[in-house]
């Protein structure tokens, strides 16, 4: 079989026989879950196991949002509770050092869960930098309020996920910050001049362009290119993602099923390739829908395929050695510390609890 540039989802909580037969013929990269697919840690492992088993490759990615907050498609009562990342801002803002360990410790937690799972691969950090007046679709996601403590900040997360034997994808680049309408419902536009991208929103993509995997924005940044998002947009993509921010790894689509983005699912397909993207997404596990997104899907080769390689080069080794019930103690009481430093109003909305 030839790996296809598809990552795909399913519909529940087990694969039913034309998801099998889709993904025998279509051999999609990767499997990316949702809370639909998720009920508890055996059914789980089983669904993983017969994704790969499908596709006939061991190592094929399975991906996950698990942030934490609001993101987060495992939770309670089988697996662990995560704070939002805004929590992490909290404490940085007095011991900027305790901040950047208790959130690589929080994804070394969550890779800890994941690869107890067979899931390798996690949509985190989100490295998108709010401002006034922005859309609540980031929000308490982000890892603080300028660009240089969500750099910070992110890439500790993504080495807790890579110290666990988990790839992390940094998202949504090149910037999803200033976005005012939500990309799920609506196509945003940004208006900010390009210093001001620069300065802001792209900064914390450049200092991580060693992470291996990016997820793209479904975002239009007028002074780049005023006609298509950056999914779509070839200037984007080789002038800013590629060039400016100057990012090597995988580039993924966000899911193109999104609203924000316009045409058939095949037409976003080939404006997504054509633009540079190396894997498209589609992630509601319609099977009509993923046969038409796959029929535009191209092997995975050349450049992309050996970025994809490069990836799961990163994870094929022993996870470092950890110690969960020690390691869980020591988030418990960096919680603790946040919550002391928080109002008791913040403390309440986001239930820090572990």
């Not at 030839?2 to 909580?13: K, M, R, S, Y």
């Not at 998720?38 to 059914?43: A, E, I, L, N, T």
């Not at 308490?140 to 500790?156: N, T």
């Not at 210093?195 to 239009?220: I, N, Q, Y």
Request: hydrophobic residues 45%; neutral net charge; contains cysteine.
């Amino acid at each position: 079989m030839a790996v296809h540039a598809l990552i795909v989802g399913c519909a529940g909580p087990r694969l039913e026989a034309d998801e099998i037969a889709f993904l025998r013929d279509a051999d999609p990269w990767g499997l990316i879950l949702f809370r639909r697919n998720c009920v508890d840690p055996d059914q789980v492992r089983a669904l993983v196991a017969d994704f790969r088993s499908a596709v006939g490759r061991d190592d094929a990615p399975v991906l996950i949002d698990q942030e934490g907050g609001r993101v987060q498609r495992l939770g309670p009562p089988h697996w662990q509770k995560y704070p939002a990342s805004r929590a992490y801002a909290s404490l940085a803002a007095n011991d900027p050092l305790a901040a950047r360990e208790l959130a690589r410790l929080g994804a070394r937690l969550i890779s800890h869960d994941l690869k107890a799972l067979g899931i390798t691969v996690d949509c985190l950090p989100v490295l998108d930098v709010p401002v006034p007046g922005a859309h609540d679709i980031i929000g308490d996601r982000a890892y603080g309020a300028s660009p240089d403590q969500v750099a910070l900040l992110g890439r500790a997360a993504a080495e807790g996920l890579l110290a666990g034997g988990v790839l992390p994808v940094v998202k949504h680049i090149p910037g999803h910050g200033r976005a005012v309408t939500d990309s799920h419902a609506d196509l945003p536009v940004v208006s900010a001049t390009r210093d001001e991208l620069e300065a802001w929103d792209f900064l914390p993509f450049r200092t991580l362009t060693d992470m291996p995997l990016a997820m793209t924005a479904h975002v239009v940044y007028t002074a780049v290119d005023p006609r298509r998002p950056a999914t779509t947009s070839r200037t984007v993509m080789r002038e800013v993602v590629r060039g400016t921010i100057g990012y090597g790894g995988l580039v993924m689509t966000d899911d193109l099923s999104m609203s924000a983005l316009k045409g058939s699912l095949g037409e976003r397909t080939r404006a997504s390739l054509r633009a540079g993207c190396d894997v498209v997404l589609h992630c509601n596990g319609r099977v009509a829908e993923m046969a038409e997104v796959a029929a535009e899907t191209p092997k995975l080769a050349g450049k992309a395929a050996r970025r994809a390689e490069a990836a799961l080069d990163r994870i094929r080794h022993a996870p470092e050695p950890f110690d969960v019930a020690e390691a869980r103690a020591r988030f418990a009481a960096g919680l603790e510390r946040v919550q002391a430093q928080s109002s008791t109003a913040f403390a309440a909305t986001h239930a820090l609890s572990v």
